[in-house]
């Protein structure tokens, strides 16, 4: 593999203007209309991929650093201005795919570039239209109004300050009477935003709808769809396949709890019980952030060569950030700089099994990316994302054998924590996601009515839960610290789709470690040039809309954990 020594403060990042981005677009349009042949035409697509990456690194720039520090005016300037032009941008460039998806090359293109991606592009054109242009600006501004708000809390919490990230740790205390002190605090800053966290929420459904309408769908959903790129799977076939997790895993996932409650010597177990599974609390890894970089590096080496040089390049290039600051939005992420062909890891270290869990998943995301810097269109840089969540959660399970490294004689109590909590969360996922489709085909609903539909699929999803005391989440308002709900609508079900892929990973590596991971680089390494369903029969996998999918998983599952 390539190395390369950049690192992230040398990166250059032009500031684009809209008449500067529109000259370019003008430029690629009278060259098209210039070609004569499909060479002129693959040219003029490689000129306009190119562009497509400096303008990324800008968007990608401009969103890490206000995450960074959402306090920073000039980072929060540098934001605002981004989410002002990038609807306009979009305007220019859904107008190029419009022409290239009716141009007389096309065939010839297709077979240059893949069909993948002309399929990505007509879900574009059917999902945007200049018309919108201001709701999208009015969109991404309500989204950062919710960034802010969440990374505003300061909570006073055993004579310290913290916002929510920092109370994770406390959230799952092996002290039970400390984690519910930790949620009572966690939620009552809830409790105390409820109404501003309900007009946030309130004024983007209708505004979605809104946009839904203006483009000709009868509600948000078909063009959330359409926005989250699903070119082979729709709304029917998700619907089964949250039956499917209804019938097969709910089951599996209240074992679990009633498990857990069990090695606690808990009687009838709380919401705060549920995130324990031992009364010595979690395992934990052993050492401090630089501790943990430092075993990760030495997992990654043992696991693939290539895995162990990539992260040797993040590390020493400073393209990883995760360090918990004040200011710092929550939650992890990649993202990428793809004219330099680096991805960049964002997240938030609290001292929990979750740091590990966070710096490897999106380690598979930098390392698919990474692989697929060199496919020819950056529409395929990156895979729509329930594929790409494979990548992530893939790697997670494929680290299994590595965590003595992090947590010592503990590491299999980890490893059954990790695989229960994938069984804990399916539910929880296909929850998210049919509470979104009920908001969105109501989009009149009131705030109290939302409340109570998030009840409603939690009867169905979560029938073991019980909040006690915790007002909030009883009232029906968990589903507010999930940023996805406000940022990125239908997202939610991809993290489930992906996990039941990834743990046939775990399920086949059990058997055959090499293969399963030669499979998994494999797959890392076409990025998103065909579908989702394409890729994962590609590694050998089965689709999560095929009848019983899951079921030799939760099979191998609960004689793994003994349930
Ligand atoms: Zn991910």
Known sequence: ?????????????????????????AA????????????????????????????????????????????????KAARDYCDELSPKLTTLDVALKRRLLA??????????????????????????????EQELIQEAKLCAQYTELIASAAIDFEDKQQNLAGLAPFREDADRERRHRAERAFWSFYGTNRAELDRIYDELVKLRHRMARTLGYENYIGLGYKRMHRIDYDQRNVERYRDQIARDVVPLAQRIVQGRAKRLGVVGPMFWDEKISDPRGNARPKGDLAWILARCQEAFDAMHPELGAFFRT????????????????????????????????FGNFNGTAHDVEVLVHEMGHAFQCYRSRSLPLTDYLWPTSESAEIDSMGLEYLAH?????????????????????????LPYGVAVDHFQHLVYA??????????QMWQQVERRYLPWRDYGDLAYPSAGGLWQEKRHIYHSPFYYIDYTLAQCCALQFWARSRTDYRGTLDDYAALCGRGG????????????????????VLTGVVAEARSVLGL
């Open 1 to 25: 593999m390539q190395q390369t020594s950049l690192d992230f403060s040398e990166i250059r990042i032009e500031t684009p203007t809209f008449d500067g981005v529109r000259g370019e677009y």
């Open 28 to 75: 690629l349009d009278a060259a098209l209309d210039a070609a004569k042949t499909p060479g002129d035409h693959e040219t003029t697509v490689r000129r306009w991929d190119a562009l497509r990456r400096r303008l990324n690194d800008w968007e990608s720039y401009a969103n890490l650093r206000f995450e960074q520090d959402s306090r920073n005016p000039e980072f």
């Open 103 to 132: 141009d007389a090359q096309r065939p010839a293109l297709e077979r240059t570039f893949g069909t993948t991606a002309f399929a990505l592009w007509e879900a574009d054109v059917t999902a945007f239209e200049p018309a919108i």
């Open 314 to 345: 993040m590390v020493s290039g400073h393209f990883i950030d995760m360090e918990n600051r004040a200011g710092k939005a929550g939650g992890g992420f990649c993202t990428s700089f793809p004219t330099v062909g680096m991805p960049f890891i």
């Open 401 to 425: 054998p590595q965590m003595e490294r992090f947590f010592g004689d503990t590491a299999d109590r980890f490893r059954a924590e990790h695989l229960s909590d994938a069984f804990l969360f």
């Open 442 to 451: 109501n989009p009149d609903a009131t705030p109290a009515e939302r409340h």
């Open 529 to 548: 040039e065909v579908p989702f369903q394409t890729l994962v029969r590609g590694a050998k996998l089965k689709s999560p809309f095929d009848e019983g």
